[in-house]
């Protein structure tokens, strides 16, 4: 199985600053053939299920913000929140859907100071 | 609009078994994958399987094997997870959700959750 890690455990950041998340794969998750990265970024809420952000690494899902980015290949991934606001206070997963079982990160629990 | 609907919250005993089912609406059913997902309160997330809806094939997590069977009803655009020998520690929300298409696809929608308690 493919291990996935977060990193912070936790972060608390001050409105308007920046917030960035880490994961790391245990095995690469780019696929040669097509050039994608098989990574997702989801933010859940609490009460609610999780929300997709990012695909293929680096896609925004329609309708999200434009100050959630990701980024990163094959092992190393980031997800990056260019100015926190009040709303983006939720775990945040990885995911990886190069193999099966689709393994999820850790999470990320992510607070404002 | 893309919708997946769960069934209610179950209460159930050790040993005993648990069928969710998630009902589909306003896309083709046969055209996405369904997989099943796990979080145990306070925890993480857990994939446990998914059924490609249009082949009825299923993937499994090798934790869960033998004890979940994902199906699914065309007729009724439901998939189904049954989860059997039920221990304390499969207290948990389970989560329907629809890939993107294909498979190895992300996870773009999500049922509300069924929270199943497994208690004496």
């Known amino acids: 199985d493919i291990v996935m890690t977060q990193s912070p455990d936790s972060l608390a950041v001050s409105l308007g600053e920046r917030a960035t998340i880490n994961c790391k794969s245990s095995?690469?998750?780019?696929?040669?053939?097509?050039?994608?990265?098989?990574l997702g970024w989801y933010q859940q809420k609490p009460g609610q299920p999780p929300k997709v952000l990012i695909y293929?690494?680096?896609t925004r899902e329609s309708g999200v913000p434009d100050r959630f980015s990701g980024s990163g290949s094959g092992t190393d991934f980031t997800l990056t929140i260019s100015s926190l606001q009040a709303e983006d206070v939720a775990v945040y997963y990885c995911?990886?859907?190069?193999?099966?079982?689709?393994?999820f990160g850790g999470g990320t629990k992510v607070e404002i100071k | 609009q893309v919708q997946l609907v769960q069934s209610g919250a179950e209460v159930k005993q050790p040993g005993a078994s648990v069928k969710v089912s998630c009902k589909a609406s306003?896309?083709?059913?046969?055209?996405?994958?369904i997989h099943w997902v796990r979080q145990a309160p306070g925890q993480g997330l857990e994939w446990m399987g998914w059924?490609?809806?249009?082949?009825?094939?299923?993937t499994y997590a090798q934790k869960f094997q033998g004890r979940v069977t994902v199906t699914r009803d065309t007729s009724i655009n439901t998939a189904y997870m049954e989860l059997t020998w039920l221990r304390s520690d499969d207290t948990a929300i389970y989560y329907c959700?629809?890939?993107?298409?294909?498979?190895?696809?992300?996870?773009?929608?999500w049922g509300q959750g069924t929270l199943v308690t497994v208690s004496s």
């Open positions: 095995q690469s998750v780019l696929y040669n053939s097509n050039n994608k990265n098989y």
């Open positions: 959700a629809r890939d993107q298409g294909g498979g190895y696809t992300a996870l773009n929608h």
């Open positions: 995911q990886q859907y190069y193999s099966s079982p689709f393994t």
């Open positions: 059924i490609n809806v249009n082949s009825g094939g299923t």
């Open positions: 293929w690494a680096s």
């Open positions: 306003g896309y083709t059913f046969t055209g996405y994958y």
